[in-house]
């Protein structure tokens, strides 16, 4: 167990909707980060937060957003989904702000299935 | 893109064999991470090793980097079949050190 939990663990929705995925990283941890896995883009960053404040981004997509919240949780928000959207989503948390790399611990994901 | 590139893509073993993976990378890191993945379930940090390090061992685990070649390998060595997983090494950004790079990854079977 990495500490690092997310909510939902399995969404089936259909195309066109919105969805919300939650992420609460570990006891300690500031930064957030959110990756995206399919079959056929491998794992992709997509985003990071490090305590409430955007750091890096990276092929997240415009109908796609997240933020972090004072208490550190991580919320992100897909819109508008597409099939190619189904994909497990992983959060991950560490204790650095990404200026000096720090290991990263993983949740169990959410995997989103679109309809 | 930084994305690495891990081979083999796919690794069958008996156990208490050695198994060796390959990472390679294209631009300059100040780090080098190896990650596990058991099937559908969320990365498990094995190893960091720094840009300015050549070699790293944790337990079985031995890590080498060569920044000239952007290369970097995985040996587990006396493998066991709870070593069966994919393997990803993932590199940061020199200029930034925020993002992180995922390789394609290296699926690991190991037979008892």
């Known amino acids: 167990d990495s500490g690092v939990t997310q909510t939902p663990k399995h969404l089936i929705t259909a195309t066109g909707q919105r969805v919300t995925l939650r992420c609460s990283p570990r006891?300690?941890?500031?930064?957030v980060y959110w990756y995206q896995q399919s079959l056929d883009q491998g794992l992709q960053f997509l985003i990071q937060?490090?305590?409430?404040?955007?750091?890096a981004k990276g092929n997240i997509l415009e109908r796609f957003s997240a933020q972090q919240f004072p208490d550190l949780h991580s919320e992100l928000n897909l819109s508008s989904l597409e099939l190619g959207d189904s994909a497990l989503y992983f959060c991950?948390?560490?204790?650095?702000?990404?200026?000096?790399?720090?290991?990263?611990?993983f949740g169990p994901g959410t995997r989103l299935t679109v309809t | 893109s930084q994305q690495g590139e891990e081979d083999p893509q796919a690794l069958s073993i008996q156990e208490g064999e050695n198994a060796t993976m390959n990472c390679s990378y294209k631009?300059?890191?100040?780090?080098l991470q190896w990650y596990r993945q058991n099937s559908g379930r969320g990365l498990v940090h094995l190893i960091l090793?720094?840009?300015n390090e050549r070699e790293k061992h944790s337990g079985r685990l031995r890590v080498t980097l060569d920044t000239s070649k952007k290369s970097s390998s995985l040996l587990i060595t006396a493998s066991r079949a709870a070593d069966t997983a994919s393997y990803f090494c993932?590199?940061?950004?020199w200029g930034t050190g925020n993002q992180f790079y995922f390789g394609t990854g290296t699926s690991l079977t190991v037979i008892p």
């Open positions: 991950a948390s560490s204790v650095g702000d990404g200026s000096r790399a720090y290991e990263q611990y």
């Open positions: 006891s300690g941890d500031l930064s």
């Open positions: 937060y490090y305590n409430g404040e955007e750091r």
């Open positions: 631009t300059s890191i100040n780090n």
């Open positions: 090793i720094r840009s």
């Open positions: 993932a590199t940061d950004d």
